[in-house]
């Protein structure tokens, strides 16, 4: 790892997009995360790092209110997305998950043409007025994704028929199709060979211009490359948050330096 | 009986195979287990298995072909003089059988000289007091082919005893003399298990292949009786036993299919409604208890459907609808047939559909969930789409059951014929009483009529096309889902 790169590397102030407050969050019986606080900045990417099991997924889950699809998970505490509470009563989880998209860890193309794929969001939510405006967010979407050249001839064959790489980009591009604000997700390059992963982590480097990212991951190098914040999650606790540069230079925390340096995991 | 001792015989000497397999095993190892190349039992095994399936094998296969061997024989030494012009070979043949049977029942010993009249007129009487009815007295010719007939199936019985008892034998030494501490005893069971395996599997097939050709057989005496033409094109069911039938498949087709038609209206809505909430909605708790509530429907036997539709929708159909609305004024009508079949069917669709659905990897609604998709949006565009091939695949099983249902029909819509000539009307009228294929085979089989007139071996033709139509529908099926079942993979 590069670490003059990392400590050089400028950071700019941005405004709060999502702050999270006092957050627990239960499975069953099982206290999964524990009173955890954080804000994310807009324009972004912020990096959810620890060892498996120690909630980051659970949490990122949390900003989309995906969490409410599992019947025994029980959220308490406060996240807000531009200062409105997202768990209160008014809000509805629909229109709320249109604005903090998620892209998951497996490639989950719908088994549509690639064309109906990108298509599904903005149909939804009726984001296209005739045909040539949603071609023409198809389009975009698939070029943000750096996906418009290998795909723009067969944009009727099915989604599933593209290599792992293609589909995670396909995936990506659907949910910026969508137009969200911010874009969740988790752990998005675990399952792609080092290439698809490079493609991807350069896709994510310029998504930061217009959205919110934030990523899990298990690779320390990759949150290292991509994210300018870092927060580390061990066993249900948020334990240290900060700048990319210092977590992984300077961490405050024993048991951060201790995870990066590969003593626990 | 005897073949039940010889059964006996041979389950015993492989039992004893077993035992002494086992042990010849251990001796040659010394008594140390593992010193063996496999388990001990695996010896017992392999010395029973070699008794057991050459042996049984031979018997069935000779069970098949000495009643085949012995009746060409006995046929082809059958006079011709014995053959009147009113008979056929094959019915005086089966009076040769009948009389065999008979003569071993009573126990009657051959008498010195030829038998003469009064003999034979004796015999019958005492073959009629031993339950074996004769049309006819029996002509001399007839007994002695009889008795041939018996002396023929003792010595195959005999010889069958013999041969397998040699070929268990057989078997026994061998595999018992093979086994020694190095012999691969594991390695032989196995393939005998799959041998096994595999006749099961071809028991299953072959069956198959016979049921088709049996009826391919019946069906070409029909049609060398009738024109085909008549059959597949004609417009007109009318049996008539004094001949000049008109036996066209139409207007069975025609009630068939529109039967069937109600039935998967009815079904397919309501089934797959069921299962989408069963798979998506229920709580664990009601799916839990409506699950198999709904699957209890499939446990009804379909004469208690026939009688649901005869006692309580059939009359309810006719009040309240079809006479109001002056279409027909008969109980038995396709629309009562088709709605209670549709009920019949509910839990096939409902139950496959919901393990297809069910089958539909978290994954994809979780993205659509995270694209902003409400949960109906989630399960129209996308989990419909992806479980299509299974649901087709449910709705095309419940079809074929719907053209092959026979009891629902009789008691729901009748058995009279959809007729062509009172015009279009009366066709489509879902109120008026039609039959269908099935309850058609039934009634050209049942009844004292003639085995071999076209009236009766229509019923084969019928049963074949049917067969034809529902094979067609599940290959259809399975294609479907071998077809597109890797899409989510």
């Not at chain 2, 073949?3 to 040659?28: E, K, P």
């Not at chain 2, 010595?155 to 501490?181: H, P, Q, R």
């Not at chain 2, 039938?245 to 039967?259: C, E």
Request: proline share 5%.
């Amino acid at each position: 790892m590069n670490d003059m790169r990392l400590i050089q590397r400028t950071v700019d102030m941005h405004e709060t997009k999502i702050r999270a407050s006092g957050v627990d969050v239960f499975y069953g019986d099982n206290h999964a995360i524990k009173d955890v606080s954080v804000y994310i900045e807009d324009k972004t990417v912020t990096a959810f790092i620890g060892p498996s099991g120690c909630g980051k997924s659970t949490f990122l889950r949390c900003l989309n209110r995906m969490n409410d699809t599992i019947p025994i998970c029980r959220v308490t505490g406060k996240i807000t997305l531009d200062d409105e509470d997202i768990y209160d009563p008014k809000v509805d989880p629909v229109q709320l998950r249109a604005k903090v998209g998620m892209v998951f860890q497996k490639p989950n193309p719908f088994p549509k043409s690639i064309y109906d794929n990108v298509a599904y969001g903005p149909r939804i939510h009726g984001l296209a007025g005739d045909k040539s405006e949603l071609d023409e967010i198809v389009e975009k979407s698939l070029r943000r994704a750096a996906l418009w050249g290998e795909v723009k001839d067969r944009l009727a064959e099915p989604g599933t028929g593209l290599s792992g790489g293609q589909q995670q980009r396909l995936c990506i591009a659907r949910a910026v199709a969508t137009a969200p604000e911010v874009l969740l997700m988790d752990e998005p390059c675990s399952a792609l060979d080092p290439i698809a992963t490079a493609q991807v982590e350069e896709l994510i480097d310029e998504l930061k211009q217009n959205y919110s990212v934030v990523i899990v991951t298990h690779s320390m190098q990759q949150a290292a490359r991509v994210s300018q914040k870092t927060a580390f999650f061990h066993l249900g606790n948020l334990v240290e948050y900060g700048e990319t540069g210092k977590i992984f230079t300077n961490p405050e925390d024993s048991r951060t330096e201790s995870y990066i340096t590969g003593r626990i995991g | 009986m005897t073949l039940t001792w010889l059964v006996l015989a041979v389950l015993a000497l492989a039992a004893v195979g077993y035992v002494m397999g086992r042990s010849r095993a251990m001796a040659s190892a010394g008594g140390e287990i593992r010193a063996l190349h496999s388990l001990p039992r695996y010896y017992g095994w392999n010395v029973a298995l070699t008794v057991l399936t050459p042996a049984f094998g031979l018997m069935a296969l000779w069970l098949l072909i000495q009643p085949v061997f012995i009746d060409a024989r006995i046929s082809s030494q059958l006079p011709d003089a014995a053959v009147s012009e009113t008979t056929t070979r094959s019915l005086v043949m089966s009076d040769v059988r009948r009389v065999a049977e008979g003569l071993g029942q009573i126990g009657a010993s051959k008498p010195e000289s030829d038998p003469d009249e009064e003999y034979l007129s004796d015999l019958k009487s005492r073959l009629g007091g031993a339950g074996v009815a004769l049309a006819s007295d029996i002509d001399p010719a007839v007994y002695l082919a009889a008795e041939r007939y018996r002396a023929g199936t003792a010595i195959g019985a005999s010889l069958m005893w013999v041969a397998v008892l040699a070929v268990a034998v057989g078997g026994f030494a061998v595999s018992y003399l093979l086994t020694n501490k190095d012999f691969r005893a594991r390695n032989t069971v196995e393939r005998g298990i799959l041998l096994v395996l595999i006749a099961a599997a071809s028991i299953a097939i072959l069956t198959t292949l016979g049921i088709i050709l049996s009826m391919l057989f019946e069906t070409r005496h029909f049609f060398a009786d009738h024109p085909w033409q008549d059959f597949f094109l004609g417009t007109v069911w009318s049996p008539d036993f004094r001949g000049d039938s008109q036996l066209a498949i139409l207007p069975l087709l025609w009630g068939t299919l529109y039967i069937s038609l109600i039935a998967l209206l009815v079904a397919v809505p309501i089934g797959l409604f069921a299962a989408i909430y069963l798979s998506e909605y229920a709580t664990p708790r009601v799916r839990a208890l409506a699950k198999p509530a709904i699957e209890v429907l499939a446990g009804i036997p379909t004469i208690v459907y026939g009688l649901f539709a005869l006692i309580t929708i059939g009359p309810m159909l006719r009040d309240y609808f079809a006479q109001p609305l002056g279409l027909g004024d008969s109980s038995s009508s396709v629309m009562t047939a088709g709605l209670v079949m549709g009920i019949m069917l509910i839990p096939f669709v409902s139950s496959l559909s919901d393990d297809i659905i069910n089958a539909v990897p978290q994954s994809l609604r979780d993205g659509s969930y995270g694209l902003g998709a409400t949960q109906s949006e989630t399960i129209r565009q996308v989990i419909i789409p992806a479980a299509l091939p299974g649901i087709v695949g449910a709705i095309l099983l419940a079809a074929s059951r719907a053209i092959g249902e026979t009891m629902i029909v009789v008691l729901g819509a009748g058995a009279a014929a959809a007729q062509f000539d009172r015009g279009i009307g009366e066709l489509v009228n879902p109120f008026e009483a039609m039959t269908t294929v099935t309850v058609k085979i039934v009634s050209q089989l049942t009844g004292d009529t003639d085995f071999a007139s076209p009236e009766t071996l229509v019923a084969f033709a019928l049963g074949l096309t049917l067969f034809v139509i529902t094979l067609g529908l599940n290959v259809l099926a399975l294609w479907i889902v071998r077809r597109y079942r890797e899409q989510y993979e």
